[in-house]
């Protein structure tokens, strides 16, 4: 194999795994390429840093090196490099998985997951997108948007996939209203069965919301009984932490 045939087929697998993590079969199907070579490939690329294995260990995804590399081409910029110190100590402090994400249209797009080390795991969400309106971290977002916004995302009826999924539009507005003045939002097998969450806003320049931070993990164990204000402040914390830095990091970039 050439060298520049190795660095394209690497792109493409790069490509592919921007999409979302996925392991080395699909990757394989998705780049027409062996298997036996993009598993080469790809256990190059992880030595490198340019990708890395996923909780379960059976999928890969985009590595810090990548992120890294897109946080330099736009210095103070990169969302996902400015949040994931953050995510990892929101692990470390609840035990559950945490992660970013934003709003594409009437979608919530996971853009970065920091899982915990827990014998039952939620999977990776990476580059997955969903209905807004059936996750915390898109409900957060959705609350945020100008009156405008909102009402247009509503041309479309809101679809229900468990019987905890918010549908009616004006059950919605009022949850959406609430969830301003509150800071954070709780969602409880809204999109999932068995799956809890808990998301705050992450604030731009100029006071507008760029992103959301959420935690979620199996209903069973999160969040344990009385633990709902003291998670959600932390989430809301970290947050917080993060708009300063990403503030911070804009304004250094102004001047």
Request: charged fraction near 20%.
């Amino acid at each position: 194999m050439s060298g520049v045939q190795s660095v394209e087929r690497a792109f493409a697998i790069l490509r592919c795994l921007a999409g979302g993590p996925a392991g080395v079969s699909e990757v394989a199907e998705r780049v027409d390429l062996p298997k036996s070579t993009v598993s080469r490939l790809l256990s190059t690329m992880q030595v490198l840093g340019a990708v890395e294995q996923s909780g379960s260990g059976n999928e890969y995804r985009v590595g810090d090196a990548m992120i890294d590399i897109a946080s330099g081409a736009l210095p103070g910029r990169n969302l996902i490099s400015i949040a994931r110190p953050h995510l990892v100590e929101l692990v470390e402090s609840l035990g559950e998985t945490a992660g970013l994400a934003v709003l594409d249209g009437p979608d919530v797009v996971y853009l970065d997951q920091a899982d915990a080390d827990n014998p039952v795991q939620v999977r990776d969400w990476t580059g997955v997108r969903i209905p807004a309106h059936m996750a915390s971290s898109g409900l957060v977002l959705l609350a945020h948007l100008s009156k405008a916004e909102r009402e247009r995302i509503f041309d479309v009826p809101p679809a229900a996939v468990t019987t905890s999924t918010t549908v009616d539009a004006a059950a919605l507005r009022r949850r959406l209203g609430a969830i301003v003045g509150r800071g954070f939002e709780w969602t409880c097998e809204e999109f999932l069965p068995g799956i809890s969450s808990v998301a705050a806003p992450v604030f731009g320049g100029d006071g507008e919301v760029v992103a959301a931070v959420h935690v979620h993990g199996p209903a069973y164990r999160f969040p344990t009984e009385g633990a709902e204000a003291g998670i959600a402040d932390e989430v809301v914390g970290t947050a917080r932490r993060i708009s300063a830095r990403l503030v911070g990091q804009l304004d250094a970039l102004a001047g």
